[in-house]
């Protein structure tokens, strides 16, 4: 049975559907199981092993460009693709009108979230199979229950294995245990104050751990050389494609960031992982890795570096 999975983004919905799809492979050994994803999130579900193709897709740039020559035919591209391979169903974890847009072009049978529990209702119409998951549940439980549904087995939602292992690294060692600091966000409010990363690079290498950062765009890279220059000893990986630093990411002993996409890479390595929800709320959407700690402000002082060490500590002391 070839199933077509549809989440075409954010990094960390992407991160979040990697359990259903490690499920699936375990309760059905007939599936071949392909993936239409954002194209900078294309080498992201390159580490999940049970992925055979991968279809990488522009939506963002597709509605800027809709009356484009080159938008048009990559979309008939796509359609064409889709429809040669033939699928036998097509599950749609995003439940959004974008995403239902894909599923009609594969012209197969599709299953996704019914009119009570999908995000956008009118994607619910084209599904020819659509299910009831509780909304009140985390997001990676939903995921997990939509394929279980759609493909006829009980997912254990008791156990946990997202399938992912890091890939290897590409940046020499660093000659010591290592820190990874993701203080870069996709929004200035989820940021957590630069003197405080400051701090906290200080009190790692009290500790014996050599602190990483990188950065994507300047003002995170202004972050990042502020930091190195107050801690000496912080090594700045330069911005580097998404399976490098997944590597560089996947051979620490701790990880620290904020909301971000990286920070639930890190957490479904199953790695010590401390997330800062600074002005969001992990509820629906936090990291559940088995070593994976959020923290939230208390009080008017925001999450105070105290609190971060000591989160540090206690999730490198849980076992994997």
């Not at 690294?169 to 870069?184: C, D, I, K, N, S």
């Not at 003197?195 to 050599?210: D, M």
């Not at 992982?273 to 969001?280: I, S």
């Amino acid at each position: 049975m070839r199933v077509l999975v549809v989440k075409t983004s954010s990094m960390g919905d992407v991160i979040h559907t990697f359990p259903a799809v490690t499920d699936a492979l375990r309760a059905r050994s007939d599936l071949t199981i392909d993936w239409c994803v954002e194209a900078p999130f294309a080498e992201l579900v390159s580490l999940h092993p049970g992925v055979s193709t991968i279809h990488p897709v522009s939506l963002r740039g597709w509605r800027k460009a809709l009356l484009s020559r080159e938008t048009w035919r990559a979309v008939g591209s796509l359609s064409r693709a889709l429809k040669a391979a033939k699928y036998d169903l097509v599950i749609d974890v995003q439940g959004l009108m974008k995403s239902a847009f894909l599923v009609t072009l594969a012209k197969a049978p599709a299953a996704g979230f019914d009119r009570t529990s999908v995000r956008e209702l009118p994607a619910s119409l084209v599904y020819s199979h659509a299910y009831p998951v509780p909304r009140d549940l985390h997001a990676i439980s939903r995921a997990r229950l939509l394929f279980g549904k759609a493909l006829g087995y009980e997912p254990d939602l008791s156990r946990l294995d997202n399938g992912i292992v890091p890939p290897p690294p590409v940046f020499p060692e660093r000659g010591g245990p290592t820190a990874f600091l993701l203080h870069g966000t996709s929004r200035k409010t989820k940021m957590w104050p630069v003197a405080r990363w400051i701090e906290t690079a200080g009190a790692l290498v009290e500790r014996g751990l050599v602190p990483v950062t990188t950065w994507s765009g300047p003002a995170e890279r202004q972050t990042a050389e502020t930091i190195a220059a107050a801690v000496p000893a912080t090594v700045v990986v330069p911005k580097s494609p998404l399976l490098a630093i997944a590597g560089e990411i996947g051979r620490a002993s701790l990880v620290i960031g904020a909301d971000t996409g990286l920070m639930h890479l890190a957490s479904a390595f199953s790695l010590p992982t401390v997330a800062l929800f600074v002005a969001t709320k992990p509820g629906l959407t936090g990291p559940i890795g088995p070593r994976s700690i959020a923290l939230v402000p208390e009080g008017g002082d925001g999450i105070p570096v105290g609190r971060v060490v000591a989160a540090a500590a206690e999730a490198m002391s849980k076992n994997a």
